[in-house]
């Protein structure tokens, strides 16, 4: 009799106990859950977890912290999904130079998704950030290749760091192959356009009534020219090729690093297309 009613009480703790140690489980836990159960129900084999955008938060999210949440992301996401294979920085930086890209453009979302598809990923997932503060909202959606769709993934509370001088609190991140730096890191600057005009209307663009942006990572040397720039952001109607032709006049003022000299940075160059821009004047 004693051994029945030990052996009852030691079930009902595990009863009461399960429940309370599944609310201990983490927003992001819980998200990263749901992203491993719509890939493997998916079946695809290899996916890649993009850096989260955080762009928008730029002084309320320090680099390194913000590095930290997508990578206990990524490994929790792995923890849960089977069978499948994450890519990693390493194995994206065979495909970089094929791409026009440098190892330091994999610490931007659009160009670690771009790297990501060229190496056979088969599907990626990008993460956002917004908010201010300690809690921070991050979204989450699942960009798959074959067949072509995105699907809405979620969102979580997250928590993150907050430390003093979030664009100073590591020295500076220079790409190891070209000495190219990632600007706003480390009291490297940002440079800034001297004549920057915008680009022209294509007639089928304007005929068809196009919005949008073109966003191109391009490094801007030391002496303000423009080179080794890549579209992660294209648009339709010859549009992206007028972006193109007219950054390439662009001139622009170098960023300086820690010691005030002018240095050769990493920068996302956006150009938009609005057509009351295009409009002739009355």
């Not at 909202?137 to 760091?161: C, D, F, N, T, W």
């Not at 664009?167 to 004549?195: F, R």
Request: charged letters at 25%; aromatic letters at 6%.
């Amino acid at each position: 009799m004693r051994t029945t009613l030990t052996v009852l009480l030691a079930f009902l703790i595990l009863q009461v106990a399960a429940p309370s140690a599944r609310a201990q489980k983490t927003e992001i836990e819980k998200l990263a859950a749901e992203i491993a159960f719509d890939l493997d129900k998916a079946g695809v084999k290899e996916v890649a977890v993009a850096p989260f955008d955080a762009r928008e938060m730029r002084d309320h999210a320090p680099y390194k912290a913000v590095q930290a949440l997508r990578e206990q992301f990524e490994a929790t996401v792995a923890n849960s999904a089977r069978g499948i294979t994450f890519l990693r920085k390493d194995d994206l930086r065979p495909v970089l130079r094929a791409n026009h890209l440098l190892s330091i453009d994999l610490d931007e979302q659009k160009a670690y998704r771009l790297a990501a598809l060229a190496s056979g990923a088969e599907a990626v997932v990008l993460g956002a950030l917004q908010g201010k503060g300690k809690k921070l909202k991050l979204s989450v959606e699942i960009e798959y290749v074959h067949p072509p769709r995105q699907v809405a993934g979620g969102s979580a509370r997250v928590e993150v760091a907050q430390e003093a001088g979030s664009g100073s609190e590591a020295g500076p991140l220079q790409d190891p192959d070209t000495g190219v730096y990632m600007p706003g890191k480390g009291g490297v600057g940002y440079p800034s356009c001297i004549s920057c005009p915008l680009p022209g209307y294509s007639d089928e663009g304007r005929r068809n009534k196009w919005q949008g942006t073109v966003e191109i990572l391009a490094t801007i040397q030391a002496d303000g020219r423009l080179t080794d720039g890549v579209v992660l952001v294209a648009a339709p109607y010859g549009l992206t090729e007028k972006a193109v032709a007219a950054i390439r006049n662009w001139k622009f003022r170098p960023a300086t690093g820690p010691d005030g000299k002018p240095v050769a940075t990493r920068v996302m160059i956006e150009t938009r297309f609005r057509l009351y821009d295009a409009m002739p004047p009355f």
